[in-house]
């Protein structure tokens, strides 16, 4: 284990004291009830304890976390799961947009799992999710590009972005939002952020364009 990874570790464990460590040849797992309270504007605080099991890759943190239920599985009804039973705690490149606000693994915690974990205890009681509901899989990280841009025009939206991705940010090429207006006078602040995770965006483009 890295000096990065074990600092990182440590402060987890001192901020939750009811995970613990486990070390194994394929990652580092950190195992047990994660405790947290909660809330989203205009709604209410939810306190709550979940088992979880959070896999810490050796290659963190290029490569991020993955989280599982413990001894249990999430409802049915919420479909935010992954197919190797992960939660699907965000698109892959917003995930990496979130983590990066707080580059650690408590960042990791609380900018991912606990909301991932207020949202679903909040549709266990309420049946609706607090943060607006996003489709699973494709349509999912589609709605979200369209969603960065406030555009539901995904051919532009997509063109505009393999092109940025391609050849590199410009600021006098239209914005991808389809405005006319120059990225640099519109939605230069998000597709810079896009920008900085290019191999995560490429590889999403490329469910979408075929060349």
Known sequence: MNKLIHEQIQAVLDSHP???????????????????????????????????????PYSYPRDLPKVFPSGYSLDKRFEHTNPDGSFCLAVPIEERELFELEPSLLGFINNLIVPFLYGYSYFLKYGEHPFGEREHGNKGILDFYLDTFKSRDARTVLTSLHNFAVHGYRAHEKCPCGSGKKVLKCHQTELKSLLKNKELLMADLAKFITR
């Open 18 to 56: 009811n995970l613990w460590l486990v070390q194994n040849g394929s990652d580092i797992l950190l195992s047990g009830s994660l405790h947290f309270s909660a809330s989203v504007e205009g709604k209410e605080t939810i306190t709550a304890n979940y088992d979880v099991k959070i896999s810490v």
